[in-house]
């Protein structure tokens, strides 16, 4: 059996206030001498490349630039463009399958001289793709075997050494999403497509879910008559998660709410009246409802709107006939 080898004592690391402001204003420097020496042209004519794409736009890159160009793939899917990540290792057994004669393969690289790229390169053009580096080395390999190179101006690394590309990957990236928002608008995407493609996100769910999505239904309904004793419906009126009765007529009619908040003020007022007063006689016959086709979003604002929010809103059909109860916290369970 082996053995951990014995944890030396060694003396906290220590880093300044003032070292870090220096790092983020050189890398802030680093950003700005990439926006000034970029190539509009050559950015805007990659740009519509990829917009006239009749298949799907593939991306791929190894080791940190294969990790900018995965996440630029996602922004695209995210926005209803075609995408993948292809992975050069996997594209080189099997994987390259994927491609053909109407996508585009965008490579980034910062040398453009990355072996397994330059291994996918033949391969990708024996299908017909289309291929586009992204470097940032001039007179590259993989850019003379292109059809077509963009040129990210790199002045150097943060690295101390130089080394680590951590200014690069940070340009790649802010190109890659740039022209990404770029497509979007482009292509006139609304703000309901955007959500469409994010249903579980707060956006896309205020966008999408309505208040027959989130509402309880009508058999868990905590429901009485009006006739009935206040006293008598106790059980009712805690049981179901509600905080509140639902008055109803025989053909289930909403007439009107009554509250534990109104229970409370029932009891101050009437002391040990309250076990002769019946429902109906105490009820809030004017309260707030929402119909099961009204967005979820919607009802939330209703609960918030003055003179004073509410916990829940009865849903009603147009017919008046309770289906259903939206709750706040409902709604937040919901994810809104």
Do not use: W
Not at 55 to 81: D, E, M, P, R, Y
Not at 283 to 307: F, H, L, W, Y
């Amino acid at each position: 059996m082996g053995s951990l080898p014995p944890t030396l004592d060694l003396l906290p690391h220590k880093v300044s206030e003032n070292t870090l402001l220096d790092l983020f204003k050189s890398q802030q420097d680093h950003l700005n001498y990439f926006f000034q020496h970029l190539s509009l042209p050559h950015t805007l004519t990659f740009t519509q490349t990829l917009l006239k794409c009749r298949g799907t736009i593939f991306f791929t890159g190894v080791g940190k630039s294969g990790f900018v160009a995965n996440k630029i793939s996602q922004t695209l899917i995210s926005l209803g463009i075609k995408s993948g990540f292809l992975n050069p290792l996997d594209a080189l057994h099997g994987d390259i399958g994927i491609l053909s004669s109407d996508d585009i393969l965008v490579m980034f690289s910062k040398s453009g001289n990355t072996g397994e790229l330059l291994k996918v390169v033949p391969c990708a053009k024996a299908k017909g793709a289309y291929l586009v580096s992204v470097t940032s080395v001039e007179g590259n390999a993989l850019a003379a075997v292109c059809d077509m190179n963009v040129h990210l101006p790199v002045e150097r690394e943060l690295c101390p050494f130089d080394l680590a590309p951590v200014t690069s990957t940070a340009i790649q990236m802010v190109f890659g999403d740039t022209v990404a928002i770029a497509m979007m608008g482009a292509r006139n995407l609304t703000r309901d497509e955007y959500a469409a493609n994010h249903p579980a996100g707060r956006i896309g769910k205020s966008l999408i879910f309505k208040v027959q999505d989130v509402m309880k239904p009508q058999k868990e309904l905590p429901v009485c008559k009006e006739g009935e004793l206040i006293m008598d419906q106790l059980v009712e009126l805690t049981s179901k998660g509600c905080g509140c009765l639902l008055v109803i007529d025989e053909e289930y009619h909403l007439i009107g709410t009554f509250t534990d908040g109104d229970l409370r003020r029932t009891l101050k007022a009437s002391g040990e009246g309250i076990f002769k007063l019946t429902v109906g006689e105490m009820c809030n016959r004017s309260p707030r409802t929402i119909g099961p086709d009204a967005m979820a979003v919607e009802a939330m604002q209703k609960m918030e709107s003055p003179p004073s929010p509410v916990q829940f809103l009865p849903v009603i059909n147009r017919q008046n006939i309770l289906i259903g109860i939206v709750t706040l916290h409902g709604l937040v369970s919901a994810g809104l």
